[in-house]
Structure formats: structure tokens, C-alpha cells
């Protein structure tokens, strides 16, 4: 709005033009700088997100999958950087989808990477809640006798 308003007091016609050429220029830098940026990304994701125990410190047990994508057709793989231990590997794709059953007592995070690389390209987590805090029955405060 200041811009704009700036623009109406100055009379000659040549120098809004020149503004308004540069003004594009730098616009359509973003945008290109933009659009490349996202050309390289990976997308991870996991479903269902959390994973419920009944008690602390029990395990949960629970059936996730996994889904994937990438720009770049390569040679991918999902590993549980929790425990650092590949889960599955895709040769020569853009996306994938896995499923298996998880199981730990702890959140666990999980990432996509490429194969025999240690750069995480996308991650995502298995958070590990409870419904009790502990599984020992607390201490009554008050007695009868």
C-alpha cells in the first residue's frame, strides 16, 4: 500500500515502469527459487499416529502403514532410526507403501532414506502413550479401623 501510494506521487512514467519491471523480476525469482525447492522434497507419512498401551511401560501392539513419495526415482529405504534398522527398501521407485505390525514400549521415530546413505530425506514418529500411568493400584489414604 505505501509502495503504491509512493508510485502515484512520482509524475514520470519511465521510472514506475523500471519499479514495476523490477518488482516482477524479483517476484518470479521467488517463485522459480520456490517451485525448485519443492521439486527435492520427500513426503513420509504414518498411519494410524499413535500407538495406546494400557499401562506404562507395557508394549503397545498396533498395525501401522507407511506411505511415501519422492520426485526422484531412486533406490529408498524406511528405516527405525529409534534402533537404526532398515525396515524395507524400494529399488529404482518414486513412492511406496508399507505395512507391519509395530510393537515397543517406546515412541519410535522412523525415516525415508536413501539406500546406504545416513541423510534423513523425510521422518515421522510413532509416539507410544498410556492410558494409566502405572499399573500398580495406588494405596488407599484412609482405613476403617
Known amino acids: 500500500m505505501l509502495i503504491l501510494k509512493c508510485i502515484k506521487k512520482i509524475k514520470s512514467p519511465r521510472f514506475i515502469t523500471t519499479l514495476i519491471t523490477a518488482l516482477c523480476l524479483m517476484m518470479a525469482g521467488n517463485v522459480c527459487a520456490s517451485s525448485a ?3 527435492n522434497k520427500a513426503y513420509l507419512e504414518v498411519t494410524p499416529e499413535r500407538c495406546i498401551a494400557l499401562h506404562k511401560g507395557q508394549k503397545c501392539y498396533l498395525e501401522v ?3 511415501w513419495r519422492h ?5 529408498y529405504c524406511l528405516v527405525n532410526t529409534t534402533i537404526n534398522k532398515i525396515i524395507k527398501c524400494w529399488q ?3 513412492q511406496g507403501q508399507f505395512s507391519f505390525d509395530f510393537q515397543s514400549k517406546l515412541s519410535n521415530d522412523f525415516a525415508l532414506r536413501k539406500q546406504k546413505s545416513a541423510i534423513d530425506l523425510a521422518s515421522t514418529q510413532i509416539p507410544v502413550a498410556w492410558v494409566y500411568k502405572s499399573a500398580k493400584r495406588q494405596k488407599s489414604t484412609w482405613r476403617i479401623f
Not at 520426485?71 to 533406490?75: G, P
Open 71 to 75: 520426485s526422484q526415482v531412486s533406490d
Open 65 to 67: 502403514t507407511f506411505k
Open 92 to 94: 529404482q521407485q518414486a
Open 37 to 39: 525447492d519443492i521439486a
